[in-house]
């Protein structure tokens, strides 16, 4: 695909980040060859692709439609009036079906590439079911008998679980995309750079409320950071559990619109159960005392949305343990639900007060856990763990001798795929307590269980990943290299 003059559609100077995602945008819209060509962008809600399609259609002249909720009537009327007002027509051009309104659009690239943006396109299909085909009907004509067209047509949607299916089989829309564009959260550091935040504790826990998500940092916080770490507390209050932001009522909305499910009821109490510790089918199930295919289905619906994520067990593949992807979904069910009423009554100062334990426990902690997964699988250095990670995952096993479980939070294996890749590390993880040589101690017996089962534990590292920091004794060891120490400032600045 030729490269467009970069010179010429910069990347906008209000724009944080998103380099990549604008330079694939711009390289699509501008490919100069003949033929029309479709592309699809998703991503969850609030991550910035509006804002990223406005921003590329006004570089480079092309049209955008966002998508409402409303009768196919209705919206083939306000696309009528946008084409209008893009071709100079006096009068809103007629559309009495989306064969003609494709049509529309796709004559818009007949003189140039243009990029022709449908947003919300799940939205359309809501409403018009046969759209899909209707698109791959247009699509193919215009190739055939408009070889000259270059339209961009670029559809947009946030409704992941629909947008899969849209463009997979049996979909008519599958195979035509020549860009499939996924704008993510911002990775634990962009977002501490997103949000300002130097101190690498405040930028965790603050990461550990908000995510990396773009637009929780200006539109929903009222542009609120915190100064400083003496400032987290008073922050949250200002912010997520203010009745009076945004933020404090966005996690309810962002679970109603990203899933279409009868038993939300369910699907919000599974997500509490497993902020509680509750991370297998088995566990949620006997928490919320309901059948195993009920919770199943619930989990599923989740995961489809893309709010909960299930990854096998790093030493019992057969095993599935679910994790919820966004924060502040995590931070709702375990600190804010719990206390919601409360905080429509009370001060947020004294609500915040009882709920903070639970915030460091059930919260903060687990979502370190994660960070340091995301730190091993994509920013160490490959001789940190003698070859770069191809999986990340955390693991569990009885020691027999002891009558107790011993918990991996951080256990990184070679390669990628269905099949296990030569075990890189064990590690634990502790938030708000100090490490020392104790740990490295139950890593060092879980290696050894591992052994005795038969695992290949030679090239496997003990590591040690603080959020409160290391004994000396402990340091001493990592001198040794008997240990790979990792801290906030290395998951920060380190690799």
Not at 175 to 182: H, I, K, R, S
Not at 195 to 206: H, K, S, T
Not at 269 to 291: F, H, K, N, Q, Y
């Amino acid at each position: 695909m030729a490269q467009p003059d970069a010179v010429d559609h910069a990347r906008p100077g209000a724009m944080f980040d998103r380099e990549a995602e604008w330079e694939a945008l711009v390289a699509f819209a501008c490919d100069p060859r003949p033929g029309p060509a479709l592309g699809v962008v998703s991503g969850r809600l609030r991550q910035g692709k509006t804002y990223l399609l406005e921003a590329l259609t006004r570089a480079l002249g092309g049209f955008y439609f966002g998508a409402q909720e409303a009768t196919e009537a209705e919206s083939l009327r306000r696309l009528g009036e946008d084409i209008a007002r893009r071709t100079g027509v006096p009068s809103p051009v007629p559309l009495p079906r989306w064969e003609d309104a494709v049509d529309a659009l796709l004559a818009l690239g007949d003189r140039e590439p243009l990029p022709v943006v449908l947003d919300e396109f799940p939205d359309l299909v809501r409403q018009s079911p046969a759209l899909p085909s209707v698109v791959e009907g247009a699509y193919h004509r215009v190739r055939r008998e408009r070889p000259h067209n270059r339209s961009r047509l670029l559809l947009c949607g946030s409704a992941v679980s629909v947008m899969s299916r849209l463009f997979n089989r049996p979909s008519p829309l599958h195979g035509l995309a020549g860009l499939e564009l996924t704008v993510h959260t911002l990775d634990f550091r962009r977002a501490a750079r997103l949000w300002g935040i130097e101190d690498p504790r405040l930028a965790l826990l603050v990461h550990a409320v908000v995510g990396g998500t773009p637009a929780y940092r200006y539109d929903y916080a009222c542009e609120e950071a915190p100064s400083g770490p003496e400032d987290f507390d008073a922050w949250v209050c200002r912010t997520v559990l203010n009745p009076r932001t945004p933020l404090f009522r966005e996690a309810r909305h962002l679970l109603q619109e990203e899933m279409d499910h009868w038993d939300r009821a369910l699907c919000h109490s599974a997500m509490t159960a497993v902020t509680s510790g509750c991370s297998t089918r088995g566990e949620i199930a006997e928490r919320l005392d309901r059948p195993l295919p009920d919770v199943s289905h619930a989990l599923a619906v989740l995961q489809d949305c893309g709010l909960l994520c299930g990854e096998p067990d790093a030493f019992r593949p057969a095993l599935t343990r679910y994790r919820i992807t966004e924060p502040l979904l995590a931070f709702e069910h375990a600190v804010a639900a719990p206390h919601r009423s409360a905080l429509e009554q009370e001060d947020a100062v004294g609500v915040w007060k009882r709920a903070r334990a639970v915030f460091d426990s059930a919260v903060a902690g687990p979502h370190f856990a994660q960070v340091c997964r995301d730190w091993a699988a994509g920013f160490a250095a490959p001789e940190t763990f003698g070859a770069a990670p191809g999986t990340a995952s955390c693991g569990s096993l009885s020691d027999p001798e002891q009558h107790a479980r011993l918990d991996a939070e951080v256990v990184l294996r070679a390669g990628a795929g269905t099949r296990r890749g030569a075990l890189l590390s064990v590690g634990r993880t502790c938030w708000d307590e100090v490490m020392d040589v104790r740990h490295l101690e139950r890593i060092r017996r879980l290696l050894a269980l591992l052994a005795d089962r038969g695992e290949d534990v030679g090239r496997a590292r003990p590591a040690c990943y603080g959020g409160a920091g290391f004994t000396p004794e402990l340091r001493a060891a990592g001198e040794r290299g008997e240990v790979v120490l990792v801290g906030l400032d290395r998951l920060y600045r380190g690799s």
